[in-house]
């Protein structure tokens, strides 16, 4: 199968106070008739589906668990043939959430907007598909009385290709709503299907006479489109899947499980007087999540891939919310408060292999290994009245080596301690008020972007060659942009969300400025 059109990552807004896991939702796929590519608008199928969806408490972890309802409404097509990209229509997606608990998290909203991210699996044969599309909800107003908080999101979504006959499964699978009241931060509820139900939204059959038309046979075996039609229909963002094969053991719930311990790096957050607050200990909870990015060199003009998703990505295991810091800004209690939430991580990155035109015309290829402290990562609020002053910040410790150089096709012994002089700190920063990749929490990841500096080499050269000179001139000095993309983590314990953890995509390298 193969699934056509971008998946946007899914995004969970939160108090910093506050974190997301579980919230609600399906998504009902199409497959074409057997000429056309467009379902028919005037035919509307609809599910109704049951989640489980868990609430933040105060402390940002995931806590309360309540059900919510939601209805899938998407316009099929009555029958296709394999080589057709499928059409769904306009999706509708209908939640109903406790009023009750929707309004504990922003009692002063009056009205509310948001996003979702729906999530389906597709199954054929022993195909498999895994799309995840986002959706828009207009402004709703907060009911003054009743049960429920009714959400609509709508939408159109990416479509489906199935290249062969047989019966097609459409299953829900875990779904992310972003809440944004028009008064506080926004909200993130992530749900997974109520156990007990089947979560189908769906059954479809592609007969087994179909006719497959010329110009869209499978996909070749270079995973690119084939035939006039499919090459129109093709996009950067276009995935190509074929039959799974068993998959590796998962890396949860174990090694997410153990928790990392040391010490935070408090200096990242000073806040000048009157800041009054009281710092409250936690023993924190276990994550785990994928982080990968781009880090360029400034002084080559190029750049290198961090924990490279298309290798081995190590896992970064995080021990969640260890420290809340409640407080106010004024002598009276209570006039405008703010918090914080820290929580600390470690991760163990893989070698990076990076290829440069040293000076500008000499080709050299070296691995570089990254020896990488406790990372300490915080998020915040200081004005609690004030949305657009919450940040993210991220910071620890990094230190880099060289190895395996080769200078225009010859390779250079530089030893075993061809390093920096000492480690850098890294502090990357999120935005969480970012309409595209908002990073509001260690729950919901996101874009994390900084400069760093890096130091002199040392250690360089063997025989009695001295090489740092060559080294520090070609790499070291300040500016050298990082961008990381962080994964929604993976909650384990006795009500796991969003397991196993995925590994992201690259962030975009920001475009370069025209002087």
Request: aromatic fraction near 4%; hydrophobic fraction near 35%.
């Amino acid at each position: 199968m193969r699934t056509t059109g971008g998946a946007t990552g899914a995004r969970r807004g939160a108090r910093p106070a506050r974190v997301a896991a579980a919230t609600a939702t399906a998504l009902v796929l199409g497959l074409l008739t057997g000429t056309g590519s467009q379902a028919d608008e005037d035919s509307p199928t609809s599910a109704d589906l049951a989640y489980a969806c868990r609430f933040p408490d105060p402390t940002g972890a995931p806590s309360t668990t309540v059900d919510a309802r939601v209805e899938v409404t998407t316009r099929l097509p009555r029958s296709a043939v394999p080589g057709r990209p499928v059409d769904a229509g306009t999706v509708e997606v209908t939640a109903h959430l406790p009023r009750a608990a929707t309004s504990a998290l922003f009692p002063d909203a009056r009205v509310v907007t948001g996003s979702a991210t729906l999530g389906v699996d597709v199954r054929q044969n022993k195909e498999q598909a895994r799309a995840d599309w986002s959706l828009r909800a207009a402004g709703t107003e907060i009911p003054a009385q009743g049960t429920e908080l009714v959400l609509r999101y709508a939408g159109k979504v990416p479509t489906i290709t199935v290249n062969s006959s047989g019966r097609v499964r459409l299953l829900a699978a875990e779904a992310r709503l972003v809440l944004q009241p028009d008064a506080g931060p926004p909200v993130s509820l992530v749900c997974s299907p109520a156990p007990g139900r089947e979560p189908r939204v769906a059954d479809l059959a592609v007969p087994e006479d179909a006719a497959v038309p010329e110009d869209t046979r499978p996909a070749s075996p270079r995973g690119e489109p084939s035939g006039p039609a499919a090459r129109e229909k093709a996009r950067e963002d276009d995935v190509t899947l074929s039959p799974r094969e068993a998959a590796p053991a998962a890396p949860w719930p174990d090694e997410c499980a153990d928790m990392p311990t040391g010490e935070l790096d408090t200096s990242v957050s000073a806040p000048p007087p009157p800041y009054h607050f009281n710092p409250i200990p936690l023993d924190g909870v276990p994550l785990c999540a994928y982080a990968v990015g781009i880090s360029t060199v400034r002084k080559q003009n190029g750049s290198m891939l961090i924990n490279d998703p298309a290798g081995k990505p190590a896992l970064m295991r995080v021990r969640g919310v260890v420290r809340s810091d409640l407080g106010d800004w004024a002598e009276e209690p209570g006039a405008e408060g703010f918090n914080q939430i820290w929580s600390l991580a470690e991760i163990h990155l893989p070698d990076a292999r990076a290829s440069f035109l040293n000076f500008g015309y000499l080709p050299v290829t070296a691995s570089v290994t990254f020896e990488t402290g406790k990372v300490t990562i915080l998020t915040g609020q200081p004005h609690m009245n004030d949305p657009t002053t919450a940040f993210a910040r991220i910071v620890f410790q990094q230190s880099l080596r060289l190895h395996d150089v080769v200078v225009n096709g010859t390779p250079l012994d530089v030893g075993p301690s061809c390093r920096t002089a000492k480690s850098f700190r890294v502090l990357l920063n999120g935005d969480m008020n970012s309409k595209e990749n908002p990073y509001v929490n260690v729950f919901s990841g996101g874009l994390l972007t900084g400069k760093v500096t890096i130091p002199a080499f040392t250690g360089c050269g063997t025989a009695g060659e001295n090489l740092d000179g060559l080294f520090t001139a070609a790499i070291s000095g300040p500016d050298n942009e990082l961008r990381m993309n962080q994964a929604p983590t993976c909650v384990t314990g006795d009500f796991p969300s969003g397991c196993p953890p995925v590994v992201p995509e690259l962030p975009r390298l920001k475009p370069a400025t025209t002087p």
